[in-house]
C-alpha cells in the first residue's frame, strides 16, 4: 500500500478484535516509525506512553466514556508533549549539527520560546498533532486500524500515567485490528469551502 493509498485507507475504528494481541516487536516497529515525524525545531516534545497494563486500561476506561475501544485495541497510546523540551533538549538535541548550526540555533530556540507559555504549550501541541497523524498511517501500513481520542478526563488519564508537571496529553489513539467496518464516510466539508486560494 503507498502512501497515497494509506491515507485514503484510514478511517477511525471504534470496534476492535479484543482477542488480537500485537507483538512487542511489533509495537515497537511501529513507535520506531512514528519518531521520524517532523517536530518544531526538531525538539521532538512527543512523548508516547503505550498503554498495555490490562488494570490501567481498565482505569482509563473508566475516565474515558467507557469506551470499549480503549481496553478492546491491541494497543492504546496516549500522546503526550513535553513544554519544556525548549529547554531542556535543544543543545543535546543539536549538538551533532555543525558548530555554525549549533551557534544559530540554541539561541534561535531559547529566543522564541523563553517566557513565552503558550507558544510553548502551542508548539508542543502542534508537533503531537503531527506524530499523531503519523502514528495511525504507519499503522494502517503496517495492517493495523487506528481511532484518534479526545473523549476522556484529560487530568484523570494525566494522574493515572504520572505526567510530569511540565508535560501536557494531548490526545489518545487506540491501535488493533477492526471488528466492525467504519461507518461510510459522512460530513466531509466542500473542497473549495475549505481551500482558499492566497487569501479569505
Known sequence: MNILETINARRAIRHYDASHRMTDDEQRQLLSH?????????????RLVAVTDPALRQ?????GWDQA???????????????ASWEKN???????????????MVPAIDAYYRDKPQTQRDEAMRSTGLVAQTLMLAAKGMGYDSCPM?????????????????????????????????????GKLPYD????????
Open 59 to 63: 482505569q482509563i476506561r473508566a475516565v
Open 90 to 104: 535543544a543543545a543535546r538535541i543539536w549538538s551533532e549539527a555543525p558548530q555554525a548550526v549549533q551557534d544559530f
Open 69 to 83: 475501544q480503549i481496553t478492546d485495541s491491541s494497543l492504546l497510546v496516549i500522546v503526550c508533549a513535553d513544554v
Open 150 to 186: 479526545v473523549g476522556f478526563d484529560f487530568e484523570a488519564v494525566g494522574q493515572l500515567i504520572n505526567l510530569p508537571d511540565d508535560h501536557v496529553v494531548s490526545l489518545m489513539i487506540s491501535i488493533g485490528k477492526a471488528a466492525e467496518p467504519a461507518h461510510a464516510r459522512t
Open 193 to 200: 469551502e475549505v481551500v482558499i486560494r492566497d487569501r479569505f
Open 34 to 46: 512514528v519518531l521520524l515525524a517532523p517536530t518544531s525545531f526538531n525538539l521532538q516534545h512527543v
